[in-house]
């Protein structure tokens, strides 16, 4: 499961949003909301921002009513920009939270909140990974 999360927090983020008052804290989220495919603009663990080169931001979510894809991207030692991983698993959302089962069953539940502004629409994603480090990830969507 912890591939799961790992691939998901990757693809989720690359464009700064303020803070969590631009969502919609407190309201439902479905999947009809998701839909489509969505580019990483912001990546954060414990609120410090993670730095994002240009081949980490070809990084992406995709949502069908069921299924999430995600396309890691990032830069090998060669100075290359590479596909690092691709997977797609089963979600669903209640509200604000979204569980991603993997392909052998196992579960990450976080939370998922949706904004929309004059910039677009984004999706911000938060779970709990390895040691109990918030990893905090915000995807505008590119297919608008």
């Given at each position: 499961m912890k591939k799961v999360f790992?691939?998901?927090?990757?693809?989720?983020?690359?464009f700064s949003c303020s803070d969590d008052d631009d969502f919609n804290d407190g309201f439902a989220v479905s999947s009809s909301d998701l839909i489509g495919t969505w580019a990483l603009v912001v990546d954060s663990e414990d609120n410090s921002g993670i730095s994002l080169d240009d081949c980490d931001k070809l990084s992406t979510v995709t949502f069908t009513e069921t299924i999430l894809t995600t396309e890691t991207f990032y830069t090998n030692d060669e100075d290359v920009c590479e596909l690092d991983n691709s997977s797609s698993d089963n979600y669903t959302v209640s509200q604000t939270t979204i569980?991603?089962?993997g392909d052998e069953g196992e579960t990450d539940e976080g939370e998922i909140l949706v904004s929309s502004d004059e910039a677009g629409t984004?999706?911000?994603m938060t779970f709990i990974i390895e040691?109990?480090?918030e990893r905090q990830t915000t995807h505008r969507k590119v297919d608008e």
């Open positions: 790992v691939l998901l927090s990757v693809a989720l983020t690359m569980t991603v089962t984004f999706v911000q040691d109990g480090v």
